[in-house]
């Protein structure tokens, strides 16, 4: 293989659970990553428009939404504990647009103070991966009755753009802000303060994220098949937004996938 960095997807094993009562309001997912004892030096995270709590070597922090591939904090024969949260709910829960963190990681003691500090330290006494999976649960269903339930607009703006990821992006907005009661712009301002950026680069990453979807389906496809059901115009289109999110050509990114 080519010198190139490695998509994250591709490393390691992966594991998904289902987050306690208290948080299926708030998060879709939690999840386990756990990286092989040789890690390539360049690792890759692509985006995917989410917003992540991770626990990853002894630090809690909030991955911020990606505009681009982010490097990633593998570390050989390391782990990551991370739940996702569901679109829009990262608003209430760091108090803060998602602007503000677009492409950051940051220590979740600067946004929560002693909270975070005390997760923290509860979680460096927790004796193995299960038992912080169960504490993080636990003190996280804690502060769940003082946040706000998330309101319908972020699945909405997150949900009829995936959906559409094959169709005009301009056209989606316009159906999408006239189905919200709202114009274009309040429609704009509203996606970059709940994604962190507005529907258009919102559409792009889920339209990457389907055509990574589709390239993992058993059967082999040709790149102009997987550009057309992704929803590129052509492959040279396909070519060009893959570069742009994470760098490398499709045809790259479809063999890791592969391997």
Known sequence: MKNEALVANCVGTYEERVPVNALRGHFHRAWFKRYPREVPKTVQVVPDGCVDLLWCDDHFVVAGPDATAASSNSRSGGFVLGIRFKPGAARRWLDMPMTEIVGMQVDMQDIWGQTAREIAEGMQEASGLEEQFGLLNALLAKMAPSIEPVSGEGAA??????????????GQVDILAAGLAVSGRTLRRRSRELFGYGPKTLHRILRFQQFMALARLPGRRGMAELASAAGYSDQAHLNR??????SMTAGDLVRQIAS
């Open 157 to 170: 703006i997150f949900g009829a753009l995936e959906r559409g990821v094959g169709n005009d992006t301009g």
């Open 241 to 246: 937004e893959v570069r742009a999110l994470c």
